[in-house]
Antibody, heavy 122, light 107 residues
Framework: QVQLVESGGGVVQPGRPLRLSCAAS????????MHWVRQVPGKGLEWVAV????????YYADSVKGRFTISRDNFDNMLYLQMDSLRAEDTALYYC???????????????WGQGTLVTVSS | EIVLTQSPATLSLSPGDRATLSCRAS??????LAWYQQKPGQAPRLLIY???NRAIGIPARFSGSGSGTDFTLTISSLEPEDFAVYYC?????????FGQGTRLDIK
């Protein structure tokens, strides 16, 4: 079955970097576009970034553009989110999510990990 | 950016009742709307995609309708496990956006 397992979250000071990882299994990773979505605890969902099958195309929410970088390793079935210049408002639970079968980049999200919590605080 | 407005914010119903949740888009999104269910401590679960198609494994009591700017999620007869928060999401344009959620509470 499809599994997505995020890691790398933690407490970080404002302005510092953090790298999130998502280990994928149970499907052919290189055949799917992947996303990061975040959720402030107790609040709603916000789409963050998307990456194409081979990593050549990426798109970001305005709130993170220029600070976050999405990447992937199709050999190791890993998805990453490099977060630089972190701000208090980046505090959230970060999910990796897989596109639904048959959909392109602008997708609904069929599979989600359990999330990794990022807290930006001094 | 396409804004999705969900109503009501909270819906209090009893098991066996029919639930009707609404999602309105700030501009036409054709049928590119999905619905998710989220329970405390869990990731969202895809219920409906492209306005009216049930995702794999979703019970038939969940149905979606609508197109353009107005969409509805209907739960025909509430089961105890259906009390949760529900979100809509559009995939018609970038950035992908979600509604603010409707909380379905037990009355």
């Amino acid at each position: 079955q499809v599994q997505l397992v995020e890691s790398g979250g933690g407490v970080v000071q404002p302005g510092r970097p953090l790298r999130l990882s998502c280990a994928a299994s149970g499907f052919i990773f290189k055949n799917y576009i992947m996303h990061w979505v975040r959720q402030v605890p107790g609040k709603g969902l916000e789409w963050v970034a998307v990456i194409s099958y081979d990593g050549s195309n990426k798109y970001y929410a305005d709130s993170v553009k220029g600070r976050f970088t999405i990447s992937r390793d199709n050999f190791d079935n890993m998805l990453y989110l490099q977060m630089d210049s972190l701000r208090a408002e980046d505090t959230a639970l970060y999910y990796c999510a897989r596109t639904r079968e048959g959909e392109a980049a602008a997708s609904s999200f069929q599979h989600w990990g359990q999330g990794t919590l990022v807290t930006v605080s001094s | 950016e396409i804004v999705l407005t969900q109503s009501p914010a909270t819906l209090s119903l009893s098991p066996g009742d029919r639930a009707t949740l609404s999602c309105r888009a700030s501009q036409s999104i054709s049928s590119y709307l999905a619905w998710y269910q989220q329970k405390p401590g869990q990731a969202p679960r895809l219920l409906i995609y492209d306005a009216s198609n049930r995702a794999i494994g979703i019970p038939a009591r969940f149905s979606g309708s609508g197109s353009g700017t107005d969409f509805t999620l209907t739960i025909s007869s509430l089961e105890p496990e259906d009390f949760a928060v529900y979100y809509c999401q559009q995939r018609d344009d970038w950035p992908l956006t979600f509604g603010q959620g409707t909380r379905l509470d037990i009355k």
